[in-house]
T-cell receptor, first 114, second 112 residues
Framework: SQTIHQWPATLVQPVGSPLSLECTVEGTSNPNLYWYRQAAGRGLQLLFY??????ISSEVPQNLSASRPQDRQFILSSKKLLLSDSGFYLCAWNGQGTGLYEQYFGPGTRLTVT | GQSLEQPSEVTAVEGAIVQINCTYQ??????LSWYQQHDGGAPTFLSY??LDGLEETGRFSSFLSRSDSYGYLLLQELQMKDSASYFCAVRDLGDSNYQLIWGAGTKLIIKP
């Protein structure tokens, strides 16, 4: 069966510090991978998605970046965090041929920028 | 623009039936999905409608009317564990073939 891992679960970082969040998927190959951000009490905002190694599409201009160095690894980074970067970060995946409507989410990282 | 609208909050009694509505406005449409998210947790997939009509999965059903750009999630025999936020999402083959457009979510409060 497929499993998606995200770490860390919670993170408190000062403004201006760097960020690296990692997501890995097990039990599948060549998945579509997504990074979302969710503000408290709000819906999901798609940040990045990837359909293959080294292929990253950005949906929202911001000070974040994403990379996919391996087939089942997706990394979200920032060189300098802003207060507005606080939120719940979710990684998700779906299979290439599964209709794209069903996404499977990792447990999320709750980021607080102070 | 693309948007999905759903009520911010719905309250119901344990054992009752509740309906959560979703209206959408998108440039393309390839199906309406529903997700459940408990406080502090990640969203989990509930159902998907690509064609008009009702899809039933246990206590949960989802309905779609493409002509009205409208769908709903119906929860029957409500249990306290159903207290969560529910999101509708549309697969829109607009600029991106891989994007789901998400509603802001409906918080379902269940009273005993």
């Amino acid at each position: 069966s497929q499993t998606i891992h995200q770490w860390p679960a919670t993170l408190v970082q000062p403004v201006g510090s760097p960020l690296s969040l990692e997501c890995t998927v097990e039990g599948t190959s060549n998945p579509n991978l997504y990074w979302y951000r969710q503000a408290a009490g709000r819906g999901l905002q798609l940040l990045f998605y990837s359909v293959g190694i080294g292929q990253i599409s950005s949906e929202v201009p911001q000070n974040l970046s994403a990379s996919r160095p391996q087939d089942r690894q997706f990394i979200l980074s920032s060189k300098k965090l802003l207060l507005s970067d606080s939120g719940f970060y979710l990684c998700a995946w779906n299979g290439q041929g599964t209709g794209l409507y069903e996404q499977y989410f990792g447990p999320g990282t709750r980021l607080t920028v102070t | 623009g693309q948007s999905l609208e759903q009520p911010s909050e719905v309250t119901a009694v344990e054992g009752a039936i509740v309906q959560i509505n979703c209206t959408y406005q998108t440039s393309g449409f390839y199906g309406l999905s529903w997700y459940q998210q408990h406080d502090g947790g990640a969203p989990t997939f509930l159902s998907y409608n690509a064609l008009d009509g009702l899809e039933e999965t246990g206590r949960f059903s989802s309905f779609l009317s493409r002509s009205d750009s409208y769908g709903y999630l119906l929860l029957q025999e409500l249990q306290m564990k159903d207290s969560a936020s529910y999101f509708c999402a549309v697969r829109d083959l607009g600029d991106s073939n891989y994007q789901l457009i998400w509603g802001a979510g409906t918080k379902l409060i269940i009273k005993p």
